[in-house]
């Protein structure tokens, strides 16, 4: 083991799976940077609580290229190795993906392949599907589709609403994910 590997969190919103990978640290990962496309993201506060340095540029019109190419920049700078997506809710482009290929991953409230996208709660209860889950996954240029590493299932009650599965769910990605990476970053 060559120490902890450095890894640098994308997020968009209030920070939760952020809060869970931060609890969770241990020999094999340290969070060393977190970054956010949107300056009043929540989780950003839970970021400067812990210590852990942030990009959140304010938004000024640049083209998505412009914004990665200095996100990514500030993910070299601060010697990030490998990149967890976090709640982060905007595609990357296949030229950002590829320079972070086989460390990037995600988490999605789904099983994957199923349910790739959004409402994967709503989708999975329409479906009549007995479980819903979560899926740690390897990020590729193509929308969730990249190596599935991780799955936690969770069962489908009578009467649940996309809110209830969701936050049953949300437990589950809260255990799963750093156990993932935790994994991910040791096999580097």
């Given at each position: 083991?060559?120490?902890?590997?450095?890894?640098?969190?994308?997020?968009?919103?209030?920070?939760?799976?952020?809060?869970?990978?931060?609890?969770?640290?241990?020999?094999?990962?340290?969070?060393?940077?977190?970054?956010?496309?949107?300056?009043?993201?929540?989780?950003?506060?839970?970021?400067?609580?812990?210590?852990?340095?942030?990009?959140?540029?304010?938004?000024?019109?640049?083209?998505?290229a412009a914004?990665?190419?200095?996100?990514?920049?500030?993910?070299?700078?601060?010697?990030?190795?490998?990149?967890?997506?976090?709640?982060?809710?905007?595609?990357?482009?296949?030229?950002?993906?590829?320079?972070?290929?086989?460390?990037?991953?995600?988490?999605?409230?789904?099983?994957?392949?199923?349910?790739?996208?959004?409402?994967?709660?709503?989708?999975?209860?329409?479906?009549?599907?007995?479980?819903?889950?979560?899926?740690?996954?390897?990020?590729?240029?193509?929308?969730?589709?990249?190596?599935?590493?991780a799955q936690?299932?969770?069962?489908?009650?009578?009467?649940?609403?996309?809110?209830?599965?969701?936050?049953?769910?949300?437990?589950?990605?809260?255990?799963?994910?750093?156990?993932?990476?935790?994994?991910?970053?040791?096999?580097?």
């Open positions: 083991m060559m120490g902890r590997r450095r890894v640098g969190v994308l997020i968009s919103g209030r920070g939760s799976n952020l809060r869970a990978l931060l609890e969770a640290e241990q020999d094999a990962y340290a969070i060393a940077l977190v970054v956010s496309n949107r300056p009043d993201a929540p989780g950003l506060a839970i970021a400067r609580a812990a210590g852990v340095p942030v990009h959140a540029p304010a938004p000024d019109g640049r083209g998505r914004w990665e190419a200095e996100a990514d920049a500030a993910l070299r700078a601060a010697g990030v190795e490998l990149v967890a997506l976090a709640g982060y809710m905007r595609i990357l482009s296949p030229a950002f993906v590829a320079g972070w290929e086989g460390r990037m991953v995600n988490i999605h409230p789904s099983l994957l392949p199923l349910y790739k996208g959004l409402d994967t709660h709503a989708r999975a209860i329409a479906a009549g599907d007995a479980e819903g889950g979560c899926s740690v996954h390897l990020v590729t240029a193509a929308l969730d589709d990249g190596p599935v590493l936690a299932r969770v069962p489908i009650h009578a009467g649940d609403t996309p809110e209830t599965l969701a936050a049953r769910v949300l437990v589950e990605e809260h255990r799963l994910y750093p156990r993932a990476l935790a994994e991910l970053a040791r096999g580097l």
